[in-house]
Every structure is written in structure tokens, then in C-alpha cells.
């Protein structure tokens, strides 16, 4: 008798000690992710200290500038688009000539520079590079409220200055009729690489290497806590930062949502999802965004995924032309203007540009990138991240336990339901269908956006969701 | 008939004399079928086609003038393009980027100098005008090509017509080295000659000086019936064929449209597109046991390790053709608009598809087996026509039908076939594979060196291998 009890005692001790040990074992998941040190300028690192201070910067512009790049777009070369072919084959040359003939004659880039200041841009130097970005404070806080640190990242092929005109909501958001329950001061960095942020000079900067340093930027502006959000690289970079940095990022907003592991279950719901959505925890939303899969996810995939694979392999040859070439380069940047807003914009004639936009914002974007001339650095990031494959690397197999807020736009390029995302962002506070709007959010809807981020923080402050950890 | 004569010469009963042709018949009959049908050869249907601008005109006939023509150019043309070069805007590489990141942008520095003050684009025009030049109108555009005649014929010798079709991004200039070579061999040594050829180079239309397509659709059987048409309108009613690149599409297409008046067929490059589950497992057989799935050592020397040559070598070096195939206006734009641009993304591949390994090196390897002269050449041919644009479109009109490039491998290729395999091209492909849709292989060879512009780098390897491949066709 006594042995059988022995024998049951080893056996309960056995599966205890094996579901202790599964325990830990899975609990790999929620490792954090290396912050990444590196050195990004020119040469050797110095010996000497790196100058940290935090020096304010404006955006500038001469008359040297100006007149050559009149010239250059007075003497662009154009081809003659095919017969009835909208923007199915790129971006349609007969409307590109219309909007070049505006870039000369009525854009005013001194007009557009001076907004570009309106908010104040700094540089400081962060593992060996200068890091430009934009703060803004808010103009009024009421008795005994503080102002929350957000900092929002920008991807490609835009900048800072997407955030422009969301800036004032989430400042000032009294003035904008959004209530003044939580108002933030806003950190806007250029991705280095883009715009006026200084390119690295040594290989492998990918989006773990940016989210170590603006994690040293917030640092650096004496940010202990602070919210991040973020779409295309800027969703990618938030997301890193989060797994690096989890107790000093409060929340995490996305305006995507991306997986890069897909296993069988995905394929399963792919396959089967539009027939027993329930299954798969589809909803009626997500069957309607993501189905037919063929036409809305693998060949739009196909279709619009060129520029990404040229970019992650040969930048240097890709962006060589376009910062030679202003029409070039509008081109290429303004084509996913037009179709990452919407899909259905390739089958009008001027590419439905100016129905979400202003040729004023459109072009201010495209001149950062050419009076920058980071083009080029801008594809390298590409590189960087995506030659060893989608999928392999460390960061895409760790899990977000920050609490995360998402806000799914319906003419996003690729659809994320929130079962898939789950998976990842295992904290998912608010995900919301937005009724319109596509890839460029803050850009295109800052005021929806500018809501979600307001609904998502105030039920993470109300529920001080960032203690729980 | 002699065997049906035969059984009625037989004397039977009434009843047998009936059944007996009848059943003769019957057999005859299906016998004759299944001999017809089992030679009947599955061509792709000519069709027909309009690419000129707006609607084609309906009474009118075309004008069928063949029309000699010279390339030009103008001060305004060089003081431009020197304009472009002078105020070309540089972007450092990062640091040990070598051709890994694409065109390495400290070389491209050296390229321009010599570009803006060493090379000659009235020296080279006068180069490119020493073969004659013509320009025909086919199907609404203008088709431009070459056409050289030998000058000395020796007594009794037949000169075979050969038509050599370029690719992507090449030129009718690709053929100026080979070119002599084939029409007069002996003065360089090559072999008794007996084999003599005249040459004809079209240009691609969409390609250097034949006019762009105006309307949607224009692919490479579009293309090969229009060459097909050109050599008619020349007078001929049998001849050869030569390519690579797109070229080795097209001339493909035309063998499988009109085998008859193609006497033979030689590719340095050949396509075959998805394959299916039974190549799958010959190719991870193979890598074991290459012999078992007909492939030669060569063969498994070429096109081993898989996983490494066939696809993250092909992932790595198809970038172009994936935003070529969905968005050439994109693409291209900016490369008509700096010449600069133009140079880094046309050169890069006359580096990395010359040799792989070039990618380690900081000058791409480029002046060790092309001279800058010839390599600026080619491409001033994109720059004063303007034609990267319509060059470009030719992947997004030729993959949008046919993603994976096999819509056409139902239709055999009967005619006699050539093929050289070249050691540093992209994609090997082993003979025991061609035949597939190559069914008449007179000759395979592996060449000793060279990469994918065959007839620019190597030009005497692949006339030596042409040759042989025309003597063999010729004597059967």
C-alpha cells in the first residue's frame, strides 16, 4: 500500500514538475527584446563622449534650390502612357505632367517651409547620427493635469510631416471639440535614414536598431513613461519598441497590424474563414475586408509588392535614379498616394490623388525627400530588414504585452483580424473598425485617428492598464 | 489505298466482298487518323494585331516601304544629357556596400566622369550607323533593324538568313561583335566557313529605334508574329534563329507559330516555367543522385545547391522584374528623366548577370569583361530614344497573361534546336529538362565561360557554337 502511495506521490510530482517546467519553457515568449547599442556614424567610433545636446533646427531653403529644381522639372522627360490604361501600369504620365505644371507655378516651397517650422524641430545625437524630430507641447494644460508624452514614428514613403495636421487634435484637443480629458505633447522623429535625419553609414540599421534609438531619444528628453503609435515602419518600430522597453512604454496605438508568422492556423482560416468565420474568431467585418482572399490578399500582394522587393534588395540601384529626378521621384512616391488610399483609385485617370489630399501636402512630402536627398537611405531600410526573409528574424517571433490599441482602416493594403493579432499583441485593449480611410491615417483621417488614440489612452489610464504587468 | 486495293483483289463471296473492304475501311480508316494525329503538330495561332495610335484604320493599306535609315544626333541632344551628368545628385553608399546594395554609388561616380568627359557619342554614332539600318512599318509601328549581307560570298556557298533577337536590357548593339563573325567567318579565323550567314537585328518594338506599341497587349507572341512578318517582307521564306533574354522567348514563339519556315532554332538562355510535382521530386533526387534523373555532372554542378542557386539567388535578382511586371510607369520614370539613374540600373545587370561574384566588388566587375564604351553604348540607345518606359512594359504585358511563363509549353518546339549553356548565367537548364518542350535537341553544349549577354561577352564561343549547330541542321 504504502509503495502504490509512493507510486502516485512520484507520478503527481512528475506532471507538477513537468507542467512547471512547460511553464517556464513558454514563458520564452515573453522575454524582452535586446535593446539594441550600435554606431551609425561615419568611420570609427570616437573615443571622445558623444554630444547630447539638443539642438533646435529649421528647415531651410535657397534660391539655388528652388531654381534647380525648376529646371529639372522644366526639362523632365516624359512617356506617353498607354491607351486607357489609368494607373494600372504606375503612375499615369499625362497626370503627372499636371501635377508637375502645379509643382512649378503654383506650389511655393518657401510657403511650405515656413509651415513646415510652425511646429519646433530639434537634432541631438544618438549612437553617432543626428536625429531630427519634432516637439510639440500643448499650449494650455488645465490646474493639475499633465501633459502624457506620445511619440509617433512615420514609415515610407512619408515623414514627420503626416502628423501635421493630427498634432493640434491630440495638443490642444479642447479647441478641436475632443475634450480635454488627456492631452499629450507630441514627438515626432525622422526615421534616420528619411528626411532630415542623418542616414547611418554602417549596415544592418533595421527597425530594432531605430526603436533603440528612439528609446534613447525619449530617454534623453527626460521621458520615463510615455505612449507610442504607429503605421507602416512606424507600426513596426513602435511594436520593437514596446518588446524592448515594455515598463516604459504605457500603451502601444497601431493604425496596422501585420503578422509575419503565419502558421497552419492561418492557412486553415484562410482556406476555410469565409464559410465558418466563428471558428476562426472572424467577424462579419473581417470576412468582408479579407475575402475573396485570392483577390484581396495574395494578389494584391503580388501586385503591389514590387517596389518592396526591389527596395530589400538593390536600394542603391532603385533610388539612384529618383533623387536625380523630382518627376521621378514624385512618380514613384505619389503612386502609393493613390493606391494604398484605395485600391480602386489605379482605375481613375488622375489616380483619385487629390479626393483625400491637397497637391500642396502631397508635394511637401515629396520635397522633404528631395531636399534631404534621402531616397536612397530611405530604400536601404528595406534591406536592412527584409533580405534575410519575412519571418526569420528574433523580434518577429516575441510577443507585445503592452497594452495595445489598434485601429483597423478599411483601405488598408492587407487586412489584420484581430484573432491573428491577438496572437502577437497579447494585450489588446481597443480594436476598432474605422468607417474610411486606408493606409496614410493620420494623413488622411487625423480625426478619426486622433479619436481612437483619445478612446484607447483614457481606457488604459482609467484602468492604469500599464501597472498590470 | 495500295492496301485496300490489295484486299479487293482478293476473291471472296458476296457476302465477304461487302465486309471486308468495309472493315478494311474501318481500320484504314482509324489507322490514318491516329498516324495524322499523332504527327499533327499543335501550333500557336498567328493572329492578328494593331498598335499604332487610336483606332486602326480600316480601308487603307499598310505601307510596306522598307526604309534605310540612320541614327542620329544633334549638339542640343549632348549638351543636355552633359547638363544631367554635371548636376548629377550622389548618395553615399554605406560603408563595405560593395554591389550588394545595388549599383555601387562611388563607382558610378568614375562612370559618369569618364561618361561626361572621355566618351564620344558621335564617335559611337558613326560605329552603330557602319551596318545598314532600316525601319518598316508592320502592324502600326515602326519596326527598326539591321541588316548585313556578307560582302564576299565564296563560290557556290548558300548564305542562310539569321535572325538574332536581344532582351532586356539589351540592344540590336549586343550582336556589332558577333556579327562579322557569322557573315564573314573566314577573315576571322573561324573555321572553313561553310557556313555563312546574313544577319538580320530587329529592335523589340518598345526597344532603342522601333516605335512603342500605343495599345495594351503587346507580348512576345505579338512579337514573334511580327518578326515573322518582317522576314516574309524581306524575301524569306525559311531561316534561323538566334536569342536570349526575351529574345529566346520570342524566337521560341516564332518556332512554335510557323515551324515551317524556321530552319533551326539556337538559344543561349532557355525558359521553361513551373513544372509540377514529378520535377520536384527529380530536382531533390538530383541533388543526390543526378544521374538517376538524367542529369549530367555539369548539370548538377550548375544547378546545385537548390535552395541557394534557384531561389534566394532568383529572390535576390528579381526585384526588377517584380515592379517591371506590375508597375513599368512607376519604375521607369525617373530613369527617363537621369541619365545617371538609367546607367546604375541598366549596368547593374551587365555586372551581376555577367558573373554572380561580382557582387563583392567594388566596381561590379563591370570593365573586366566590357569596355565603358560599349557599356555607355547600349545604354545611350535607351537614353536618346526614351524607350526604358515602353521596355518596361513588355514584363508587366508578357507576365499579367502568363505569370509563370509556361502558358506555352503545351506547344512543342519540333524545330532543329540549339542550345548553348552558358556557366554564368541566372538559371541552369539541363538538357533532360528542355526536352520537354525542345523535342528535336540536335545540340547542347556547355560553354567554358560567360554569363547571360552571351553574344556581347563571349561572341566568338557562342558563333563557334551557332556554327556547328547550323552545320549539323544543314546536313541532316
Aim: charged share 20%.
Amino acid at each position: 500500500c504504502s509503495s502504490l502511495a509512493g507510486i502516485m506521490l512520484l507520478e503527481v510530482f512528475l506532471v507538477l514538475g513537468t507542467l512547471l517546467i512547460y511553464f517556464l519553457f513558454s514563458k520564452k515568449k515573453e522575454e524582452t527584446l535586446p535593446f539594441k547599442d550600435g554606431w551609425w556614424g561615419k568611420g570609427q567610433k570616437p573615443v571622445t563622449q558623444e554630444d547630447t545636446s539638443v539642438r533646435p533646427f529649421k528647415v531651410e531653403t535657397t534660391e539655388e534650390e528652388l531654381s534647380d529644381l525648376f529646371r529639372r522639372l522644366d526639362q523632365a522627360r516624359f512617356t506617353e502612357p498607354l491607351e486607357n490604361s489609368c494607373f494600372h501600369y504606375g503612375t499615369n504620365s499625362v497626370h503627372l505632367r499636371k501635377v508637375v505644371s502645379y509643382w512649378k507655378n503654383q506650389f511655393n516651397w518657401k510657403k511650405q517651409v515656413e509651415v513646415l517650422n510652425k511646429y519646433p524641430q530639434f537634432k541631438t545625437k544618438i549612437q553617432g547620427i543626428d536625429i531630427h524630430f519634432v516637439h510639440v507641447k500643448p499650449p494650455r494644460l488645465p490646474e493639475g493635469q499633465a501633459a502624457k508624452p506620445l511619440l509617433m514614428v512615420h514609415g515610407w514613403p512619408g515623414s514627420f510631416y503626416e502628423f501635421y495636421k493630427i498634432i493640434p487634435l491630440l495638443t490642444d484637443p479642447a479647441s478641436h471639440g475632443l475634450g480635454d480629458e488627456h492631452i499629450f505633447e507630441v514627438i515626432c522623429p525622422s526615421i534616420p535614414g528619411y528626411g532630415f535625419s542623418e542616414a547611418p553609414h554602417k549596415k544592418g540599421f533595421n527597425s530594432v536598431s531605430a526603436a533603440s534609438v528612439f528609446y534613447e531619444l525619449m530617454l534623453r528628453l527626460g521621458f520615463n513613461e510615455f505612449y507610442t503609435q504607429g503605421g507602416d515602419w512606424g507600426w513596426l518600430i513602435c511594436t520593437n519598441l514596446a518588446q524592448i522597453a515594455p515598463n516604459h512604454v504605457k500603451g502601444l496605438h497601431l493604425n496596422m497590424a501585420s503578422v509575419s508568422k503565419l502558421g497552419l492556423t492561418h492557412l486553415l482560416s484562410i482556406l476555410l474563414g469565409r464559410y465558418f468565420p466563428g471558428l476562426f474568431g472572424f467577424q462579419d467585418e473581417d470576412v468582408r475586408r479579407m475575402f475573396p482572399f485570392l483577390k484581396k490578399g495574395l494578389y494584391r500582394i503580388l501586385s503591389e509588392s514590387g517596389y518592396a522587393h526591389i527596395q530589400a534588395t538593390k536600394p542603391d540601384t532603385v533610388g539612384c535614379g529618383l533623387n536625380d529626378s523630382p518627376v521621378g521621384l514624385a512618380a514613384y512616391i505619389l503612386e502609393k498616394f493613390s493606391s494604398w488610399t484605395d485600391m480602386e483609385f489605379q482605375n481613375l485617370e488622375d489616380g483619385g490623388l487629390e479626393r483625400k489630399f491637397s497637391l500642396d501636402d502631397l508635394l511637401t512630402n515629396v520635397m522633404i525627400y528631395w531636399v534631404s536627398g534621402c531616397i536612397v537611405s530611405s530604400m536601404c531600410f528595406y534591406k536592412e530588414n527584409l533580405q534575410k526573409g519575412i519571418g526569420t528574424q528574433k523580434h518577429e517571433k516575441l510577443t507585445v504585452q503592452v497594452p495595445t490599441g489598434i485601429a483597423s482602416f478599411p483601405n488598408e493594403i492587407l487586412h489584420t483580424p484581430q484573432a491573428w493579432a491577438k496572437k502577437k499583441y497579447t494585450n489588446i485593449v481597443s480594436f476598432h473598425f474605422m468607417p474610411r480611410g486606408g493606409h496614410f491615417a493620420a494623413f488622411e483621417e487625423p480625426e478619426l485617428l486622433a479619436k481612437d488614440i483619445l478612446q484607447f489612452v483614457g481606457k488604459v489610464e482609467k484602468e492604469q492598464l500599464w501597472k498590470k504587468k | 489505298e495500295s492496301v485496300l486495293s490489295r484486299i479487293r483483289s482478293f476473291e471472296y463471296s458476296q457476302k465477304n466482298a461487302v465486309l471486308v473492304p468495309a472493315a478494311a475501311l474501318g481500320v484504314g480508316g482509324m489507322l490514318l487518323y491516329w498516324l495524322r494525329s499523332g504527327r499533327k503538330i499543335k501550333t500557336i495561332d498567328m493572329g492578328d494585331g494593331w498598335w499604332g495610335s487610336g483606332e486602326r484604320p480600316l480601308k487603307a493599306k499598310e505601307d510596306e516601304s522598307i526604309r534605310p535609315f540612320k541614327i542620329e544626333t544633334s549638339d542640343k541632344e549632348i549638351e543636355d544629357l552633359h547638363w544631367r551628368l554635371d548636376h548629377f545628385r550622389f548618395t553615399p553608399h554605406v560603408e563595405g556596400a560593395a554591389f550588394h546594395y545595388g549599383f555601387n554609388s562611388s563607382y558610378l561616380r568614375k562612370v559618369v566622369a569618364y561618361w561626361r568627359n572621355q566618351f564620344d557619342w558621335r564617335k559611337q554614332v558613326e560605329v552603330l550607323n557602319k551596318y545598314p539600318h532600316f525601319h518598316t512599318t508592320i502592324e502600326g509601328i515602326d519596326i527598326h533593324f539591321i541588316h548585313v549581307k556578307p560582302s564576299y560570298v565564296p563560290h557556290g556557298r548558300a548564305v542562310q538568313p539569321l535572325l538574332m533577337v536581344h532582351g532586356w536590357p539589351g540592344s540590336f548593339y549586343e550582336f556589332y561583335k558577333i556579327i562579322p563573325l557569322l557573315t564573314e567567318p573566314a577573315r576571322h579565323g573561324l573555321n572553313e566557313g561553310d557556313v555563312v550567314f546574313e544577319v538580320i537585328c530587329p529592335s523589340i518594338p518598345g526597344y532603342g529605334f522601333s516605335e512603342a506599341p500605343h495599345q495594351k497587349g503587346f507580348d512576345s507572341i505579338a512579337t514573334a508574329r511580327i518578326f515573322h512578318k518582317l522576314m516574309n517582307r524581306l524575301g524569306f521564306k525559311e531561316y534561323y534563329l538566334q536569342g536570349g533574354d526575351w529574345g529566346s522567348r520570342i524566337t521560341t514563339n516564332m518556332a512554335q507559330m510557323l515551324p515551317q519556315s524556321v530552319k533551326g532554332l539556337h538559344l543561349n538562355v532557355v525558359f521553361i516555367g513551373k513544372q509540377g510535382l514529378g520535377r520536384l521530386i527529380c530536382i531533390m533526387l538530383g541533388a543526390y543522385a543526378p544521374w538517376l534523373v538524367g542529369l549530367s555532372r555539369e548539370d548538377a554542378r550548375r544547378f546545385y545547391p537548390f535552395m541557394q542557386k534557384n531561389v534566394y539567388d532568383v529572390l535576390r535578382e528579381s526585384g526588377y522584374l517584380h515592379i517591371q511586371g506590375t508597375k513599368p510607369d512607376t519604375a521607369g520614370c525617373g530613369l527617363n528623366d537621369s541619365p545617371v539613374g538609367l546607367a546604375a540600373y541598366i549596368l547593374e545587370k551587365f555586372s551581376t548577370w555577367t558573373d554572380k561574384s561580382f557582387l563583392y566588388k567594388d566596381d561590379g566587375g563591370l570593365e573586366s569583361k566590357f569596355s565603358l564604351d560599349e557599356l555607355l553604348t547600349n545604354v545611350m540607345i535607351y537614353w536618346v530614344t526614351s524607350s526604358i518606359v515602353s521596355s518596361m512594359r513588355y514584363y508587366k504585358e508578357n507576365f499579367s497573361k502568363d505569370p509563370d511563363l509556361s502558358a506555352h509549353n503545351r506547344y512543342s518546339v519540333y524545330v532543329p534546336t540549339g542550345i548553348a549553356a552558358f556557366p554564368q548565367e541566372i538559371l541552369h537548364m539541363p538538357r533532360v529538362w528542355a526536352k520537354d518542350v525542345y523535342r528535336n535537341i540536335i545540340s547542347y553544349s556547355y560553354m567554358p565561360r560567360g554569363g547571360h549577354f552571351a553574344a556581347f561577352e563571349e561572341p566568338k564561343l557562342l558563333a563557334q557554337d551557332i556554327m556547328q549547330f547550323v552545320r549539323k541542321v544543314e546536313q541532316l
